[in-house]
């Protein structure tokens, strides 16, 4: 760790810009089937078991993507990784308005397939962007930033859906086309402006000691998986991210829930989100900079971050009223302060890959984890769709009690995996310090 308290340069926050900007179309373009769920159900004639099938798909080749993307971003480099990662979604993300009812639920099925494909490969490749732009005592508040892009991404939705598609559904094809314009944008201004810190001319000699001044030398050779699953540190972040499963109802089913709960149509589901993903931006830039903060107030890194995601974790706890409250408003805030303790717990749990692992094996580990979170959210989403279906409204209730105590329980286990977050070398052999 350096001393060194005013780095010269800030090229850095140039990539972090990038990776907001990526994270904001990624979340974007996955927010807005939520959105118009209701519409989409009626138009469509979906039950909720149909619509449950659409996420899964979704989340099955968004866990397979997790496993094969974090692999070939390893290998191929974030440049190169992260290109294929959005181009793949974005076309997919268009196809969606190709759709047509005779074969509406196989045809979001395939498209919301190819989408999550291709967007399992946006938080390995940021994640080892960070890894590789910024020093440990920074990276978490890094992750904050560009995480809190999600719901930009998210808040944008209801409005744009809201301005541009009627009650009735008609117009709902072009929301979908927006995101393929975003993303050329997105590629063209990557493809000049990022290159790897040491072979960029535009970072200043200061700039590039900062960025490196904790970094261990690795070698070019590539870390298989048969040497990263073993590793308890491997597992400790997957548990930690089986909460995905909790960000995902809110996102694909919270629409849902307001809209039947609350009898609010298309054109009012803009507020209801706005102050649920302002919320969880906080979350996201306070629990990434609170954990750098205890850090530089000379914690180390295992306690800061493991206190950090405690105090989420309790944070969390109050979601669960939303089970037991009719009043709304009251409802959307519990809502969003579940999410901003998710945000910043995200913010931590992304962090502790790339303060144990070294960059060459962050997105694979970072995607062995995704490949877990999308799993508890395939299990999720299938037991709340017959659930709904069964019972009607009242299985949400379920879904926010557990969705509230989750995260004490996942840093329970976390700890017990994980007690010290002792660093790994590239043979991934604990460093002594």
């Known amino acids: 760790m350096t001393n060194q308290e005013a780095p010269v340069g800030k090229y850095r926050y140039r990539i972090l810009l990038m990776l907001v900007f990526a994270t904001t179309i990624n979340y974007f373009d996955r927010a807005i089937i939520g959105v118009m769920a209701p519409t989409l159900e009626r138009m469509f004639g979906w039950s909720n078991n149909d619509y449950a099938n659409i996420m899964i798909a979704f989340k099955i080749a968004y866990g397979i ?38 074969f509406s639920v196989i045809g979001f099925a395939i498209a919301r397939m190819g989408l999550g494909f291709g967007e399992s ?6 994640n080892k962007t960070v890894a590789e732009y910024f020093p440990k005592k920074e990276r978490a508040f ?25 009650e009735d559904g008609q117009n709902w094809q072009i ?3 927006i995101t393929g314009a975003l ?20 970072i200043t000699k200061e700039e590039l000691e900062y960025i490196k001044a904790d970094d261990v030398k690795e070698s070019d050779e590539k870390i298989p998986w048969s040497k990263v699953l073993p590793k308890r540190q491997t597992w400790a972040f997957a548990v930690a991210k089986i909460s995905d499963a909790v960000w995902y109802f809110y996102l694909f089913w919270g629409a849902k829930f307001i809209a039947y709960t609350f009898d609010v149509d298309i054109k009012g589901m803009g507020l209801p989100f706005l102050i649920i993903y302002l919320l969880a931006d906080g979350g996201s830039i306070v629990g990434g900079w609170i954990s750098g903060f205890f850090m530089s107030k000379g914690w180390t890194v295992n306690k800061a971050r493991k206190i950090t995601m405690l105090a989420c974790a309790i944070i969390i706890l109050p979601v669960s009223y939303v089970a037991f409250t009719n009043n709304q408003w009251l409802a959307i805030v519990l809502i969003g302060i579940g999410a901003a303790g998710h945000q910043a717990w995200m913010a ?10 070294p960059k060459k094996a962050v997105a694979s580990v970072t995607g062995i984890g995704g490949m877990v979170g999308v799993f508890a959210a395939i299990i999720a989403d299938k037991a709340l769709g017959k659930v709904l279906d069964s019972a009607g409204n009242s299985g949400y209730f379920w879904a926010f009690l557990i969705g509230g105590s989750l995260y004490l329980v996942l840093l329970g286990l976390v700890q017990l995996i994980m007690p010290k977050m002792t660093p790994l070398d590239e043979n991934l052999q604990p460093i002594e310090e």
Not at 121 to 126: E, I, M, N
Not at 143 to 161: C, D, E, H, R
Not at 348 to 357: G, K, R, Y
């Open 65 to 102: 993507g997790m496993l094969t993307m974090g692999s070939i971003i390893d290998k191929i480099g974030t440049k190169k990784g992260y290109i294929l990662a959005i181009g793949i979604w974005s076309i997919f993300g268009m196809l969606h308005a190709a759709v047509r009812a005779s």
């Open 121 to 126: 490969g946006h938080f390995p490749a940021a």
């Open 142 to 166: 890094a992750t904050g930033l560009y995480n809190a892009a999600t719901s930009i991404g998210a808040i944008s939705a209801p409005f744009v859906v809201g301005w541009i598609v009627h």
């Open 175 to 177: 929301p979908f086309l």
């Open 183 to 202: 993303s050329t944008i997105w590629v063209i201004l990557w493809f000049r402006v990022y290159k790897k810190p040491e072979e960029n001319p535009k």
């Open 348 to 357: 931590n749990i992304f962090t502790l890959v790339s303060d144990v692992f």
